[in-house]
Structure formats: C-alpha cells, structure tokens
C-alpha cells in the first residue's frame, strides 16, 4: 500500500482549512462547555474544569485588554500579508492568556489574517513545531501564504514567562501548583504586555 508523505506547507495548508476564527474558537469552546466536554481528544472533568475558568477568563480579557499606543502604532502601520496559525486547545492556561491579545494585534492590521487550529486534532502538524520535545501550546506559526513559506514561530509562553519557567525548573525540577499560581499573577499584571512586544518582533 502506498503512503504518501505530506510536506509541512501541506499540513499547513490542511491546517487553514479546518481552521477557525477566533469568534468561532470562542464558540467552539462554550458550546462544548454546555455539553460538560472540553475540545481536544482527552476528556476529564479536570480539563473541562480548567476550560471552564479559561473560558471566563478569555471573556475578561476581551473586555479589558488595552494594547500599549507605540505597539498599536506599529502594527497599524505594517506593511504585512502574513498567516497567524494558532495550534491550541480550550483547557490550555497559557493560550487563555495568549490568544485573546493575538487576536487584538491581528485586529490591528488587514494583513495578519488569524487562524485558529486545533492541536490535537492536527497531530502531525504539531509534530513539526514542538518546544523541548513537547506537543506545548498555544504555537502561533507566522506563515506567507503567497510563497507558501514558514517565516516566524512563537509560543507557548511569552518571553519572560519562558524564562521564569526555565529558571523554575532548572532549581526545583517541576512545576508546581505554587509556580503555577505565580505565573497566572505574572500574566494577570503584565497584561499581555510581554506577549505584544514578543510578537510586535515577529513582523
């Protein structure tokens, strides 16, 4: 029997196309919620607990996310045609804090057009962009539709985020839920902030 490689433009490409807005993400999430289920393949009452609170959380930051004038500017001011792909599932903290302030600098400009991609549901896709070894999201993938071509990657955490984790780990080994409650106070203050600056970067 034949079997026939797909290329990661192709996996992108396939990607895009089962791919969704991000008002139909948020959909996708809450009517999922209703049924007691979170997205992605694995179905627990932890990870539609944590859906749940990202949920809320997204809401919030919908509301209340100011991004900062100078940043603003420059992504207003862009001369881009570029593919935002975000590899993600509802019950990742990380993407809840992520996702909504992507969506607000794609909003920014006609020429970051954002897609929304679920992980598990795109393995292999995921497989070509992993952190460390790891399938870790969100995964925002900057691609040029026009000459079919990878140019950038962020994720699965802002820069300083990454490195308060890297430091974390390097002296206690794991995460625990103490880091894990520092991270969320971290990002509650920073106010996607750091994620702005990383990806302003990325044009």
Sequence with gaps: ??????????????????????????????????????????????????????????????????????????????????????LTEGWCGDAAHSIPVINKLSELNDGIDLKIISRDAHDELMNNFLTNGGKSIPKLIAYDSHNKKVINTWGPRPSTATRMVNDYKSKNGNLDAEFKQNLQVWYNKNKGTNIAVDLLELL
């Design 1 to 86: 029997m034949e079997t026939t490689t797909m290329t990661i433009n192709d996996l992108i490409e396939k990607g895009i196309a089962d791919s969704y807005t991000y008002q139909e993400y948020k959909k996708l999430v809450n009517d999922l919620l209703t049924e007691g289920k979170s997205t992605g393949n694995e179905q627990s009452e932890a990870l539609t607990n944590y859906s749940m609170l990202n949920d809320r959380r997204m809401k919030r930051l919908d509301k209340t996310l100011k991004i900062d004038e100078s940043i603003k500017e420059a992504f207003t001011k862009a001369e881009i045609d570029i593919t935002w792909i975000v």
